[in-house]
């Protein structure tokens, strides 16, 4: 799955720590004021001394991007995410922050502006909607700070890009917000269709005030979505057709992590394949099946890349798809049920 002649990406969840409640998050109990669910969510992040460990100067030459991200965190509530940045772009690695931009000072977001324009790094700012829509998924984060805070980081000339999730309640906005990412100085606007609709097109949640609320399915998509000749946007009829990717993987099953010598870190430290299979129980099974202890695949354990090249990544996931046993890998990989984006 991975090797070592290829240049690594690495897509690294620093923390499981959030300021924001999202109702669709797997950290969110959203029926619970959206409080974090304390089954999932134990307060650990990585630290700069992980990152002066494993991405020392050989290895930083070695590693193209790193996207810091993940499942159950936001990446500004690791206490040294600015410390770790400034370690890795002084190293010449690109990264990408993905963010819902509550935390944190401007004057904090200007240094880390300085920091990722250096090996010209992206933010990823989630804001899905505009001033009086943004918190009603982003919840319990403050418009008027993550403005300021966007602000703060564009001047420094380093590179934003506007993520948008389309829902019922912000689909109306979409034209106003991708103006205002232009004016703003974004250099992208990305509109997103999430999957976590499968269970129906209604989502309920419980807003921490109490007010009992409903996520909708919108009635558009983003693929729907140009970008305009007058600086708006022009909607088509119908989506298009995203021109299916021929099948090359084994099996079917064209693994993202392979193709892209793309592992994922948990803020526990553990080595995954990937974002989707981390942490699940079908991960658990799998390595129990091969006789895999966990603790074996933590990089507070073991060097990085002995992990990497190591079992089950060398052999048994290729092995699996052959013979069709990892459900998560059919249908993020097999049938691509993923996230559809569309950047306009
Ligand atoms: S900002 Fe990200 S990590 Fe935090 S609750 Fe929302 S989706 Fe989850
Ligand atoms: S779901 Fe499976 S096939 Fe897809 S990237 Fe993850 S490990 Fe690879």
Same mark, same amino acid.
């Given at each position: 799955m991975f090797t070592p002649d290829r240049p690594y990406i690495f897509h690294i969840e620093?923390?499981?720590?959030?300021? #924001?409640?999202?109702?669709?998050?797997?950290?969110?109990?959203?029926?619970?004021?959206?409080?974090?669910d304390r089954s999932k969510v134990f307060n650990v992040e990585l630290g700069l001394a992980d990152f002066q460990t494993h991405f020392t100067d050989a290895f930083c030459a070695r590693t193209d991007e790193i996207v810091f991200g993940g499942?159950?965190? &936001?990446?500004? #509530?690791?206490?040294?995410l600015l410390e770790i940045v400034e370690h890795l772009t002084d190293r010449g690695v690109r990264l990408a922050v993905s963010t819902?931009?509550? =935390?944190?000072p401007p004057a904090w977001w200007s240094r880390l502006g300085r920091a990722m324009k250096r090996t010209g790094s992206r933010l990823e700012l989630h804001l899905?909607? =505009? #001033? &009086?829509?943004?918190?009603?998924?982003? /919840?319990?984060?403050?418009w008027e700070r993550i403005m300021e805070n966007a602000r703060a980081y564009i001047a420094t000339g380093a590179r934003a890009e506007w993520h948008f999730i389309i829902f019922r309640h912000n689909q109306h906005q979409i034209e106003d917000a991708y103006r205002l990412s232009r004016e703003m100085g974004f250099e992208e606007f990305t509109l997103i269709d999430t999957i976590r609709f499968s269970g129906g097109p209604q989502y309920p949640y419980v807003m921490p005030g109490g007010e009992q609320r409903v996520l909708e399915l919108p &009635? /558009?998509?983003? #693929?729907?979505f140009r970008a305009g000749e007058d600086g708006g946007v022009a909607v088509l009829e119908r989506p298009q057709a995203a021109a299916e990717a021929p099948r090359t993987g084994v099996n079917g099953i064209d693994c993202k992590s392979a193709a892209f010598n793309r592992p994922y870190i948990s803020a526990h430290g553990q080595v995954s394949a990937c974002c989707w299979v981390t942490g699940s129980d079908e991960e658990a099974a799998f390595f129990a099946a091969n006789g =895999?202890?966990?603790?074996?695949?933590?990089i507070r354990n073991r060097p990085l890349e002995d992990i990497l090249l190591d079992e089950p990544f060398a052999t048994l996931y290729a092995r699996a798809w052959t013979a069709d046993t990892l459900k998560n890998c059919r249908h993020k990989?097999?049938?691509? =049920?993923r996230n559809r984006r569309n950047t306009l």
């Open positions: 620093l923390t499981d720590k959030c300021n #924001a409640g999202c109702p669709m998050c797997p950290r969110t109990d959203a029926m619970n004021f959206c409080k974090p499942a159950y965190g &936001d990446p500004l #509530a690791a206490s040294q819902n931009g509550g =935390l944190r899905d909607g =505009l #001033a &009086d829509t943004n918190h009603l998924y982003r /919840v319990n984060t403050r &009635d /558009v998509k983003a #693929a729907q =895999l202890g966990p603790d074996r695949y933590n990989c097999g049938k691509m =049920l």
